[in-house]
Each structure stands twice: as C-alpha cells, then as structure tokens.
C-alpha cells in the first residue's frame, strides 16, 4: 500500500509541477528551476525505487536513471549558455548530453526487451511498425531537416538524430507491447513516455525546420515523459518476473492491431499521393524499399498465422499438448515403423475435484499435471489430451509407460490448494493393428480395466476385450430385463438382540433371466456402473422398497421393521440431484425420513466431492447414513470425521472366526467401542451360526444381520426370531 501511494503521489506532484510551470513566465529562473527540478527529481526517483522494490536485474533501472541525469545535465549546460554567457547556440554542448542520454535509455530498454521476448508474430508485427513509423518520420522530418539549405552539417545531424532515436526508442518498446503476456503498468507507462519524447522531438524539429519557434510550447511534453519515467520505476510491477509466453500456442489478433498493421502495409504506397512526396529520388528510393520490407514482412507473417493455426488444430488449447488429431498422425508414422506404444492415462477424481474447488482452479490443476505428465514422458514421446481428464502418450517403449504412474503420486499446489490426483494407466502396442484408433482403443480398455481393479497400470489383453464384450452383451441383456420386468427386490432381517425384533431390513436386488437364470450381483452391478444403468435400476430398487416398507407398516403394524435399508452406489452419489430423488420417493411412499437408510460403502465416498455434499443432503432430509463393510478399507476411520454415518456395519470377515481366539475377535470388540464411543450404531454382517450371535452378544452387539436370522426374501418371516428367541 505504501508503494501504491507512493508512485501516484509522484504523478500527482509531476503533474502540479507542470500546470504550474506555464503559470511562471517564459524563459524565467523560476520556470527553469521547475523544469530542471522535474528532471532530477525524475533521475532520483528511480534510484530510490530501486532501494525499495529491489528488482532481480536492476541494471535497466541504472540505466534509465543514467539517461534522466544526462538530459538534466544538457538543461543545466543550455542555461549556463542562456544566463551566464547570453547565448543561444545550436548545436551546442548541451545537445551533446541530450543526444547521449538517449544511449542509457535505449540500452536499458534493451536489456528489457531480452527479459520479456514475445512470439515471432509479435516480432514481425513490431518489424512492420517500426518501418512504418520510420518511414513516415524519414519523409515528413528527417529528410527535409537534412536538405535544409540554411541549416549547417551539423545543425541538420543534430535535428535529425533526436526522431531517429526515438524511433529506435519506440521500435524496441513495440517487441514488448505486441506481446499482452509481457506488458504490467510499469512497462506502459515507459511506452508512453517514449511516445511523448517522440512527440515533443518530431514537433520540435518540424517547428524549428519550417517556423521560427522559440518558447515553451512543447516542454510539456519532456517534463511529463520525466514524470512516467520515474513514475514506471515507483510502480511495484517494475519488480514483476519476466514474462513467459508460449510460443506454440495460437493468440487472438484483436482488431485495433489489424488496423495497425493494415494501415503500415499501404503506408509506402499512400505517401505517393501526398504532394511534393516522391518527386525527389532519394524519397522514392526510400518509399520503395520501405514498400520491399512491408510486402516482404507481411508475406511472413501470413505464413506464421498459417503455421500458428495448423498448430491451433493440432493442440489443446488448455494446456498445450497435442489433441487426438495430432496423435492420430504420429501413430500412423509410428505404426508404419512398428513402434506404436502407447499408454491412456484417465484421472479418478478431475471431476468431484473440479466440482469442489471450482472450474478456474480445475483448469489449472490441469495445466500443471499435464506439463508434469510432459516430464515424466520424457523428450521423446507425444503427450496428448484426449478428452476432459483423459491423457495420451505415444511412447519409445512401452516400459517407459511405467513412469507416467508416478505423474500421480504427489499432490499438485494451485492457489492456496493441496490437490492430489488419481489415475488409471492402460499401456497397448501396435502388434496386429493396422489403425491408430485400434491402439489407443486398447490402451483405454486396458485403463479402465486398471481402475475397476485399483491397479497402478494395465497392459492391454486379448481377454480384455472378450470381458468388455461380455459386459456389452450382459448390458443389453440388464436394459431388456429392466423394461420387462426380470428383476426383483428381497429383503434380509437386521435384528436387534436379545430380544431377537427384526429392527429393519436391507433391500437387495435380484435379476432371475429366463434364459440364464439366476444372474448374481457381483455380475451385474459393475457392468450397470459402467454403462449408467445403475441410475433407473437404483431408483426402482429405492421405489419399490420403500412402498414394500408402507405396505408392510399398513398390513402388519407393530411387528413390521421400522426402517428399510437401501445400497446407493458410487455414481448414484456422485450425481446431483440423488437427495432430491430420495426426497420424492418418500413422500410418494408416505414414509417419514428416518424410516429409510441409505447404505454406501467406503469407496463410494474416498473421493469425497459431490458424494460428500450428496450424504449431508441426505442428513438433512432426515435419512439416516449407513457405512457397509466398515473395516476392510484403508480409510475406514478417517471417513468417520468427514463423513456423516450413524450406522457402522461391521464386514463379514470379522465375523466368520468370532469364535475363536485371535486378531478377529479384536478387532471386532475395538469396532463395537469404537462405534459406541462416537455415538454410532453397529451392525454385525454375516451371522451364519448360533455361536457367532452369541459371542457377538457378548462383545457388546445390538444388531446383527446374516442368514441364521434369515435369507434375503421377498416375502420375510417377521416372526421366526421371536420363534427362535422361544
């Protein structure tokens, strides 16, 4: 804050400085002693904002300095000439600072041009401005200052080396305003104040060349461009790291710098239509040759906006690496050698990442983990996004592919973000293929075969293909058995102990094919994960339990279960609007919320994001949240501190050896104390034997759930725990 206020009280001072310099009378000690005051506090300045932003190259900043401290020393010589030996020369030594003040501000703004290098376009772009503006300034002022017939040698070098050298000046700062990446405050307030001393040094020549002038007309326009110099050293952003643009990406050309260049490229041409312009040799020749350079700088640059948007159709605009297009053509080369290796890399988690933290922040997090991808590949492979979070490599060998795991090993930093990224990584060669799509369509079934079963990688198979093609098959086998009525919801007791009440029970679904038979879930249920049937599936299964569960309330009363139990899968969680679904069903069914739990497993909200956002709705709704399985995953106990669980279901595997003495018997008491340490509900899973009941009993089990209390039905005895109780 203090340097904000610091530079804008300096322009506001320069500028005061200046309305009252023409409020004291011309050619006066006083007006002089503004105009000198300007220009050495100007040189002064920058060195103290040196000292208080402390560039990374400061050597610019001395420079410009040195060239502030030069002109105001030609001023203090042009007055000692004025006011102690009355004359008036031109030329005289005081132009010898002021022309040698040039040379400090041309090198320093060298120094910065080589910092902040912009695009070859931007390049060309600069070239054909600064012939343009050259042209103009050779045509209108410097020849004519040259044949000057009264004016002596050196009177028309010197007249004529204050608008070439700002020319110079100007071309150099041109480099750095065709490229928007490379411009801050700072530098465009330098460009404007070069602007200035070409204005005032144009005006100057052309004054004294055609009229006699003498006064102080055009000295606002040295004093303000004192007052931006220094103004450009004060502003923090002349400490800002250089620019880094990338080259390989195409820039949109904005209309006001189409109209620049145009009116450059017919610039030669027009000047020949202006009187008296082209009538002297010397004039022609340098029309002509100017007319060369524009032709011959405009022909490049159309050549580079071809070049530019072939690579624009080659390239991702996000994050710069190759588009499918472009892979497409590098594997076909590489397939004619035999050398197609290729691995298909798939994010798990971009999208509930990109949902929490925002799309800016997502756009980001790709950026960086694409050009971590980039070095992982290494420099001879062809790194390409394929799709929204899905990567492409085109490998030397597919050994190489082994590395690109590691790309997700560590958390990417975006902002004040610690993000960490999960991939699925298929590898797949060329061996057999004869197109380029075949190779990256094997990579990607290899991939999601790498995420269904946790693995880092996946090398492509012939047995990959067969299993997707059964699960092709089996998918469309699930949608006619959806339309047609072949699936089936039954239901499994939970009961509480000792006093053996079914509390509750878990709706299960069951698909009976009238071909096949009976097809088990474990089958089913990853392939309607997969091809998105599990949403009218999980929809129906909640509907037609929830109905079961008022229909029983009705017809039974008291012995009826006072909630029902219902899976909810990954994706189910993960998609906007699930909590609205339940919501409907409920009140369809005329059942209150906490008659109905919705059970998820810990995989379904590792990833957190919409999953998470998902249960908490839920919770508010009233429903109650289950955790199944609890216990056989690795972050089973950091789940309970993010997510809201009100039931613990216990895995079978800690229930099968509940009788005998070991780790099982436990880790099954630390689970009961666990769970009743945080105020939760516990259930034991499968409960096949009296023994097991019993032992559990006396850990401290409430609930148990398993076939010694009955298998899943459609039509459950609510009544055979209290026989066995008897």
């Known amino acids: 804050m203090h340097e904000v206020r610091l530079w804008r009280g300096w322009v506001a001072a320069g500028l005061l400085a200046v309305v009252g310099y023409y409020l004291i009378p011309a050619d006066t000690f006083g007006a002089n002693l503004v105009y000198d005051g300007i220009g050495l506090t100007s040189g002064l300045l920058i060195l103290v904002a040196l000292r208080l932003h402390r560039p990374a190259r400061p050597a610019m900043w001395y420079l410009f300095a040195a060239g502030q401290i030069l002109s105001v020393l030609g001023d203090f010589t042009w007055e000692y000439y004025e006011y102690v030996r009355h004359e008036e020369p031109y030329p005289s030594f005081a132009d010898l600072f002021y022309v040698g003040s040039y040379l400090p501000l041309i090198a320093g703004l060298l120094l910065l041009v080589r910092r902040r290098r912009g695009n070859a376009g931007g390049v060309l772009d600069a070239a054909?401005?600064?012939?343009?503006?050259?042209?103009?300034?050779?045509?209108?002022?410097?020849?004519?200052?040259?044949?000057?017939?009264?004016?002596?040698?050196?009177?028309?070098?010197?007249?004529?080396?204050?608008?070439?050298?700002?020319?110079?000046?100007?071309?150099?700062?041109?480099?750095?305003?065709?490229?928007?990446a490379a411009r801050t405050a700072s530098t465009n307030m330098l460009g404007i104040a070069a602007v200035l001393l070409l204005v005032s040094d144009v005006a100057f020549s052309v004054a004294t060349l055609y009229w006699s002038y003498d006064g102080q007309l055009l000295d606002w326009g040295w004093m303000l461009a004192y007052v931006l110099w220094a103004a450009a050293a004060l502003h923090p952003s002349m400490a800002a790291p250089p620019a880094n643009p990338k080259t390989d990406t195409v820039r949109r050309v904005s209309p006001r710098r189409l109209a620049v260049l145009g009116g450059c490229s017919v610039l030669a041409p027009a000047m020949l239509f202006v009187p008296g312009?082209?009538?002297?040799?010397?004039?022609?020749?340098?029309?002509?040759?100017?007319?060369?350079?524009?032709?011959l700088l405009g022909?490049?640059?159309?050549?580079?906006?071809?070049?530019?948007i072939h690579g624009l159709a080659m390239h991702d605009d996000l994050?710069?690496?190759?588009?499918?297009?472009?892979?497409?053509?590098?594997?076909?080369?590489?397939?004619?050698?035999?050398?197609?290796?290729?691995?298909?890399?798939?994010?798990?988690?971009?999208?509930?990442?990109?949902?929490?933290?925002?799309?800016?922040?997502?756009?980001?997090?790709?950026?960086?983990?694409?050009?971590?991808?980039?070095?992982?590949?290494?420099?001879?492979?062809?790194?390409?996004?394929?799709?929204?979070?899905?990567?492409?490599?085109?490998?030397?060998?597919?050994?190489?592919?082994?590395?690109?795991?590691?790309?997700?090993?560590d958390p990417i930093r975006v902002d004040d973000y610690e993000l960490l990224l999960g991939a699925g990584v298929g590898l797949s060669d060329g061996v057999g293929a004869t197109d380029p799509a075949e190779v990256l369509r094997r990579a990607g079934v290899a991939m999601y075969a790498a995420k269904q079963t946790g693995e880092p990688f996946r090398r492509?198979?012939?047995?990959?293909?067969?299993?997707?093609?059964?699960?092709?098959?089996?998918?469309?086998?699930?949608?006619a058995g959806l339309d047609s009525g072949q699936f089936r919801v039954?239901?499994?007791?939970?009961?509480?102990?000792?006093?053996?009440?079914?509390?509750?029970?878990?709706?299960?679904?069951?698909?009976?094919?009238?071909?096949?038979?009976?097809?088990?879930?474990?089958?089913?249920?990853?392939?309607?994960?997969?091809?998105?049937?599990?949403?009218?599936?999980?929809e129906w299964i909640l509907a037609t339990a929830c109905r079961q569960l008022a229909e029983w309330r009705t017809e039974l009363g008291a012995p009826a279960p006072d909630r029902m139990s219902v899976n909810a899968s990954a994706r189910q969680l993960a998609r906007p609007g699930f909590a609205k679904t339940v919501a409907r069903t409920l009140a369809a069914a005329k059942l209150p919320a906490d008659c109905l739990t919705i059970e998820m497993t810990e995989t379904a909200v590792f990833q957190g994001g919409q999953a998470i956002t998902t249960l908490h709705e839920l919770r508010a709704l009233g429903v109650l949240i289950a955790l199944d399985d609890f216990g056989t995953g690795h972050s089973s106990l950091g789940l309970l501190q993010t997510v809201p669980v009100d039931i613990l279901k216990v895995d079978k595997?800690?229930?099968?050896?509940?009788?005998?003495?070991?780790?099982?018997?436990?880790?099954?008491?630390?689970?009961?104390?666990?769970?009743?340490?945080?105020?939760l509900t516990a259930v034991a899973e499968g409960v096949e034997t009296a023994e097991q009941a019993e032992a559990l009993q006396q850990l401290g089990y409430r609930f148990l759930q398993g076939y010694y209390f009955g298998k899943p039905s459609t039509h459950p005895d609510f009544t055979l725990a209290l026989d066995w109780a008897s």
């Open 128 to 180: 054909m401005v600064a012939t343009g503006l050259g042209l103009a300034i050779w045509v209108f002022v410097l020849h004519p200052v040259a044949i000057a017939g009264s004016a002596s040698t050196l009177e028309r070098f010197i007249s004529t080396a204050y608008p070439a050298l700002d020319a110079l000046l100007l071309a150099m700062l041109a480099l750095l305003f065709v490229e928007p």
């Open 277 to 295: 312009i082209g009538a002297d040799g010397i004039d022609r020749l340098v029309i002509g040759g100017a007319a060369v350079a524009l032709f």
């Open 299 to 308: 022909l490049a640059r159309m050549a580079g906006f071809v070049h530019r």
């Open 319 to 409: 994050t710069g690496l190759s588009n499918r297009r472009h892979l497409y053509e590098v594997m076909s080369e590489a397939l004619a050698r035999g050398e197609a290796h290729v691995a298909v890399l798939g994010l798990t988690n971009f999208k509930a990442i990109n949902d929490e933290v925002g799309h800016r922040v997502g756009d980001r997090l790709l950026v960086r983990f694409a050009d971590r991808l980039r070095e992982a590949a290494g420099p001879g492979a062809v790194v390409a996004r394929t799709d929204g979070d899905e990567f492409a490599v085109l490998l030397p060998d597919l050994g190489a592919g082994r590395r690109l795991v590691a790309t997700v090993h």
């Open 460 to 479: 492509w198979s012939l047995a990959l293909d067969e299993r997707t093609s059964q699960y092709a098959e089996l998918g469309a086998q699930m949608r």
């Open 490 to 538: 039954v239901y499994q007791p939970i009961v509480a102990v000792p006093d053996l009440r079914v509390v509750a029970v878990e709706a299960l679904v069951r698909w009976e094919h009238p071909e096949r038979g009976p097809i088990s879930p474990v089958e089913f249920i990853p392939v309607a994960e997969q091809n998105g049937l599990i949403f009218e599936l999980g």
């Open 653 to 679: 595997s800690f229930v099968d050896n509940i009788t005998e003495t070991g780790r099982h018997t436990v880790i099954a008491r630390s689970l009961i104390q666990i769970s009743e340490g945080l105020g």
